[in-house]
């Protein structure tokens, strides 16, 4: 279906293009009626001349050459021609017909008659003829006639003459359908940067901002963003009340546990189990919580915030282990992710760095065009090339001889996938150990 952009363009250009060429239909025709009028008028004008003449030379009409001084009624086949007729059939033309005759009509009435007839070699003819009674009592047939070539040629001319201004009113009409299609789609671009801003402004939109046709589609949204808003902090909250309700029980089952490894019972199994159990209800309510996130809020953090919290805390461990934190990050680096999520990935990524390496972990947060690059470094052993894949499937686990699930990356996984973000695993090149790199896209 097409776009309002595109319905607004095609109209505006259909209908300039319709009202040029029905404007071009009509003044064309208008110029040729105007051209055919003064054509006709130049006529009988010429007839009115050849009248006078003839009137002083009725008894010596070849006189009539003298008298009637155009040029062009003096060249051969001229175009411009004149002839009269007396009642005994004598007929005196002008030296341009040369021996040829014009036609005159049969139905001749005692004003002027103009008709279309044709001249020497079928040339067509525009005839201007009346038959008059002089003084003397003779009775002339009086004709003269203009080539029809010069009436085309002077309508060409007109219509060539007018074609570039039809041209340019055709740009402006297209020009004003753009323009008229901007600010009609403006109170629609306005309500869309709206509706993100009023979102993380938690507001509701004001009808009276937009014109009265998009005011109910307002009322509908405001409505549709408090519905979202109780949605997304619904399910967060109940996400937030399962974890605390399941807590609980954990806990009491793995101190009675711990009481039983002390009185010396076997438990190794089932401490296994119980990590797993809580790994995969904390992988689910974390996926939970990031889908709700991503789809129906539009969530912003700063990282180098984030970033800054993280270090101080991670740095505090490195240290009390004999290691060393490295952090370097650009200043406001936002993202459209929930401040709990990234956080939770980027605390997953450097509590595994923090435990593997043998002595330094870097950081670093750079801006790069159209995307947020996190990268954690460390120094440890690193994973062997055919070994990621294994490390990021949920439950992967390389080294059982350090307690953990196996979940941490994998949930780190799931919540960038929720806001389009991206995360591989590679071997360091400035440090020799695992690289972690994190790329949040900034703009869609």
Same mark, same amino acid.
């Given at each position: 279906?097409?776009?309002?952009?595109? +319905?607004?363009?095609?109209?505006?250009?259909?209908?300039?293009?319709?009202?040029?060429?029905?404007?071009?239909?009509?003044?064309?025709?208008?110029?040729?009626?105007?051209?055919?009028? +003064?054509? /006709?008028?130049?006529?009988?004008?010429?007839?009115?001349?050849?009248?006078?003449?003839?009137?002083?030379?009725?008894?010596?009409? /070849?006189?009539?050459?003298?008298?009637?001084?155009?040029?062009? @009624?003096?060249?051969? @086949?001229?175009?411009?021609?004149?002839?009269?007729?007396? $009642?005994?059939?004598?007929?005196?033309?002008?030296?341009?017909?040369?021996?040829?005759? *014009?036609?005159?009509?049969?139905?001749?009435?005692?004003?002027?008659?103009?008709?279309?007839?044709?001249?020497?070699?079928?040339?067509?003819?525009?005839?201007? @003829?009346?038959?008059?009674?002089?003084?003397?009592?003779?009775?002339?047939?009086?004709?003269?006639? !203009?080539?029809?070539?010069?009436?085309?040629?002077?309508?060409?001319?007109?219509?060539?003459?007018?074609?570039?201004?039809?041209?340019?009113?055709?740009?402006?009409?297209?020009?004003?359908?753009?323009?008229?299609?901007?600010?009609?789609?403006?109170?629609?671009?306005?309500?869309?940067?709206?509706?993100?801003?009023?979102?993380?402004?938690?507001?509701?939109?004001?009808?009276?901002? @937009?014109?009265?046709?998009?005011?109910?589609?307002?009322? /509908?949204?405001?409505?549709?963003?408090?519905?979202?808003?109780?949605?997304?902090?619904?399910?967060? +909250?109940?996400?937030?009340?399962?974890?605390?309700?399941?807590?609980?029980?954990?806990? *009491?089952?793995?101190?009675?546990?711990?009481?039983?490894?002390?009185? $010396?019972?076997?438990?190794?199994?089932?401490? !296994?189990?119980?990590?797993?159990?809580?790994?995969?209800?904390?992988?689910?309510?974390?996926? *939970?919580?990031?889908?709700?996130?991503?789809?129906?809020?539009?969530?912003?953090?700063?990282?180098?915030?984030?970033?800054?919290?993280?270090?101080?805390?991670?740095?505090?461990?490195?240290?009390?282990?004999?290691?060393?934190?490295?952090?370097?990050?650009?200043?406001? =680096?936002?993202?459209?992710?929930?401040?709990? /999520?990234? !956080? !939770?990935?980027?605390?997953? =990524?450097?509590?595994?760095?923090?435990?593997?390496? +043998?002595?330094?972990?870097?950081?670093?947060?750079?801006?790069?065009?159209?995307?947020?690059?996190?990268?954690?470094?460390?120094?440890?052993?690193?994973?062997?090339?055919?070994?990621?894949?294994?490390?990021?499937?949920?439950?992967?686990?390389?080294?059982?001889?350090?307690?953990?699930?196996?979940? $941490?990356?994998?949930?780190?996984?799931?919540?960038?996938?929720?806001?389009?973000?991206?995360?591989?695993?590679?071997?360091?090149?400035?440090?020799?150990?695992?690289?972690?790199?994190?790329?949040?896209?900034?703009?869609?």
């Amino acid at each position: 279906m097409l776009s309002l952009r595109q +319905r607004a363009l095609l109209g505006g250009i259909a209908s300039g293009a319709l009202s040029v060429g029905v404007g071009t239909l009509a003044v064309f025709s208008f110029i040729d009626s105007r051209v055919s009028n +003064r054509f /006709d008028a130049t006529l009988l004008d010429r007839h009115t001349q050849l009248v006078v003449g003839l009137s002083v030379t009725t008894q010596d009409p /070849d006189a009539l050459r003298d008298l009637m001084f155009d040029p062009a @009624y003096s060249g051969p @086949y001229s175009g411009r021609y004149w002839q009269v007729t007396n $009642g005994d059939g004598e007929v005196f033309t002008s030296a341009s017909l040369f021996d040829e005759t *014009i036609a005159e009509p049969p139905n001749a009435s005692e004003n002027a008659t103009l008709w279309n007839t044709s001249g020497p070699e079928g040339e067509a003819l525009r005839s201007a @003829y009346q038959q008059i009674t002089f003084e003397d009592d003779t009775v002339w047939g009086i004709s003269v006639a !203009e080539s029809q070539a010069q009436l085309v040629n002077e309508r060409q001319a007109a219509q060539r003459s007018l074609l570039p201004v039809f041209g340019l009113v055709g740009l402006i009409g297209v020009a004003s359908s753009l323009m008229l299609m901007s600010v009609i789609l403006g109170p629609l671009r306005k309500l869309r940067r709206d509706v993100a801003y009023r979102w993380d402004a938690d507001d509701d939109l004001k009808p009276k901002d @937009y014109p009265e046709e998009v005011a109910p589609l307002v009322n /509908d949204l405001n409505q549709l963003l408090r519905r979202n808003r109780d949605i997304v902090s619904g399910s967060r +909250r109940q996400a937030a009340d399962l974890a605390h309700a399941l807590k609980t029980p954990a806990t *009491i089952l793995r101190n009675e546990l711990q009481a039983m490894s002390q009185s $010396g019972v076997d438990t190794n199994i089932a401490d !296994e189990a119980l990590d797993r159990i809580d790994a995969q209800l904390g992988r689910s309510l974390a996926r *939970i919580r990031a889908l709700n996130t991503a789809e129906l809020t539009h969530s912003r953090t700063d990282i180098s915030h984030s970033v800054e919290r993280l270090a101080r805390l991670f740095s505090t461990i490195a240290e009390r282990e004999g290691k060393k934190l490295d952090v370097k990050s650009d200043p406001e =680096l936002w993202v459209r992710m929930d401040t709990q /999520d990234i !956080e !939770e990935v980027l605390g997953n =990524l450097l509590d595994n760095a923090v435990k593997w390496c +043998r002595g330094q972990v870097r950081l670093i947060a750079k801006r790069r065009e159209y995307c947020v690059e996190i990268c954690i470094e460390d120094d440890g052993p690193g994973i062997p090339e055919d070994a990621i894949h294994e490390a990021l499937r949920s439950g992967g686990r390389l080294d059982t001889s350090v307690r953990g699930s196996g979940l $941490g990356l994998a949930i780190a996984v799931d919540l960038l996938n929720a806001y389009g973000a991206h995360f591989d695993l590679g071997k360091s090149v400035s440090l020799g150990g695992l690289s972690g790199r994190v790329v949040i896209p900034t703009k869609s």
